[in-house]
């Protein structure tokens, strides 16, 4: 793991949260998605070399939705860099933590995603992300291909 990739916020609305977030952190999100599906709206701020995500349900069978259901608006996970997804959960797993998705998938920001289940991790949902180009990670591309 390389560093702090972001920190994920679940929100109910995402216009009252861009609001506050702008005069919080004096930035506009530079970015705002919808991610099918994971069946929410997301919209990311940069501060320094840090990012912040905040997530709005967009149905109430999403995971957001009943997050907040359950718990509030809050801190919903943090999400690491790493430069190869599969290795790091390849190495994750043989370490006894429980992977919910072993199989990456497509997340927000154009990122390759996986996540760890609290209960091994002290509560706190941990995301692995990826950088990708074009949909597919620098593993899955070939050595001599050019990007």
Not at 13 to 32: F, W
Not at 38 to 62: M, N, Q, W, Y
Not at 94 to 121: C, M, Q, S, W, Y
Request: aromatic share 6%.
């Amino acid at each position: 793991m390389k560093k702090i990739e972001h920190i994920g916020i679940a929100i109910r609305n995402m216009d009252t949260a861009n609001t506050l977030y702008t005069k919080l952190l004096g930035v506009e999100p530079y970015k705002t998605e919808t991610v099918e599906s994971e069946k929410v709206k997301t919209s990311f701020f940069r501060v320094g070399e840090s990012k912040i995500e905040l997530l709005e349900a967009t149905d109430p069978d999403s995971a957001i939705h009943k997050f907040i259901e359950k718990r509030g608006e809050g801190i919903h996970h943090i999400a690491f860099d790493v430069d190869d997804i599969k290795k790091e959960i390849e190495r994750l797993q043989a370490e006894g933590f429980t992977i919910l998705n072993p199989e990456p998938k497509r997340g927000a920001d154009g990122k390759l995603v996986a996540f760890l289940h609290p209960k091994g991790t002290h509560g706190v949902l941990v995301e692995l992300c990826q950088d990708t180009v074009d949909g597919r990670s620098a593993a899955d591309r070939g050595k001599n291909e050019v990007i």
